[in-house]
Nanobody
Framework: QVQLVESGGGSVQAGGSLRLSCAAS????????MGWFRQVPGKEREGVASIDNSGTTAYAASVKGRFTISKDNVKNTLYLQMNSLKIEDTAIYSCATRPGGGYCHLPPAGWFNVWGQGTQVTVSS
């Protein structure tokens, strides 16, 4: 089994930056696609970015040019660098994966079957 643990959330002023981390442990050998999602209470979970083992990335339009997803395959850690943060970026951010691979271009939340616990990101004015 695979476990995911996020870290790096917090509070920041608009225009600031944060970097989220997602450490994967357990049977990680067949992980290809990983993604970041965010959710605001009362709204549907939104896909933010995805990346596969070849380094191919995909981003939601709302974050493209501001967020960067990356992965350290040696450390089994996924990152999300968030710059130029906006108030509307406030949400709980979660990482996800689906061991066994598959096409990886912002898959929907339902495709992923392993999730981290989430980390809060709050952006204030």
């Amino acid at each position: 089994q695979v476990q995911l643990v996020e870290s790096g959330g917090g509070s920041v002023q608009a225009g600031g930056s944060l970097r989220l981390s997602c450490a994967a442990s357990g049977y990680t050998y067949n992980i290809n696609c990983m993604g970041w999602f965010r959710q605001v209470p009362g709204k549907e979970r939104e896909g933010v970015a995805s990346i596969d083992n070849s380094g191919t990335t995909a981003y939601a339009a709302s974050v493209k040019g501001r967020f960067t997803i990356s992965k350290d395959n040696v450390k089994n850690t996924l990152y999300l660098q968030m710059n130029s943060l906006k108030i509307e970026d406030t949400a709980i951010y979660s990482c996800a994966t689906r061991p066994g691979g598959g096409y990886c271009h912002l898959p929907p939340a339902g495709w992923f079957n392993v999730w981290g616990q989430g980390t809060q990101v709050t952006v204030s004015s």
